[in-house]
């Protein structure tokens, strides 16, 4: 069955350290992959998307994905993290299932950035 | 920036009880969505349209109803509120199946 894992239920770094979350999905087809961000109190936002194409796809505020079709993979990376990154990601995968379109989140990651 | 618009904030209501959930958007999308989130657990879909007057059941349908009037409007109805049914419900929508979905903040509910 397609399922989109996070492995991280929480990860806490140092400001000004670099992040990575990880993201592993199960899918035979060809995966649309998404990463959105949960600020306290609001909606999901999104933060890259993979469709085709450079395995690495830039996003908003510095956030970069790596796509790796060998490791059923898409985790998210940033090179140095601010306080003001501390929020829920959630990974998300989007494939044909009977006829329509469907979009399984994973399970998300709180991510705590220390002063 | 497309806007999505839950109303209430927050909720308590009582088991037995019916429940509405609001939802409008100015984004001029076609597709509007209903999930689901508890503690730990990533976004379920409750239920989904692709245009006015139409809906259709998502992942975990059961003990919920959706009615979509007009395309900015969409909303979840809980018609006998269960303790099991306390979550945070967001709404969201996209100008296509699935791509770009905009949220709504959220509503917390609490069925007590």
């Known amino acids: 069955a397609q399922s989109v894992t996070q492995p991280d239920a929480r990860v806490t770094v140092s400001e000004g350290a670099s992040l990575q979350l990880r993201c592993k999905y199960s899918y035979s087809g060809t995966p649309y992959l998404f990463w959105y961000v949960q600020y306290p109190r609001q909606g999901l936002q999104l933060l890259l998307k993979y469709y085709s194409g450079d395995p690495v796809v830039q996003g908003v505020n510095g956030f970069e994905a790596e796509f790796s079709k060998s490791n059923s993979s898409f985790h998210l990376r940033k090179a140095s993290v601010h306080w003001s990154d501390s929020a829920v990601y959630f990974c998300a995968l989007s494939l044909a299932s009977s006829g329509s379109w469907q979009l399984i989140f994973g399970s998300g990651t709180q991510l705590t950035v220390m002063p | 920036e497309a806007a999505v618009t839950q109303s209430p904030r927050s909720k308590v209501a009582v088991t037995g009880g019916k429940v509405t959930l609001s939802c409008h958007q100015t984004?001029?999308?076609?597709?509007m969505y209903w999930y689901r989130q508890d503690t730990g657990h990533g976004l379920r879909l409750i239920h989904y349209s692709y245009v006015a007057d139409s809906t259709e059941k998502g992942d975990i349908p059961d003990g919920y109803k959706a009615s979509r009037p007009s395309q900015e409007n969409f909303s979840l109805i809980l018609e006998l509120a269960s303790l099991s049914q306390t979550a945070v419900y967001f709404c969201?929508?996209?100008?296509?199946?699935?791509?770009?979905?905009?949220f709504g903040h959220g509503t917390k509910l609490s069925v007590l």
């Open positions: 984004n001029n999308h076609d597709y």
């Open positions: 969201a929508s996209s100008a296509i199946s699935n791509e770009r979905l905009f």
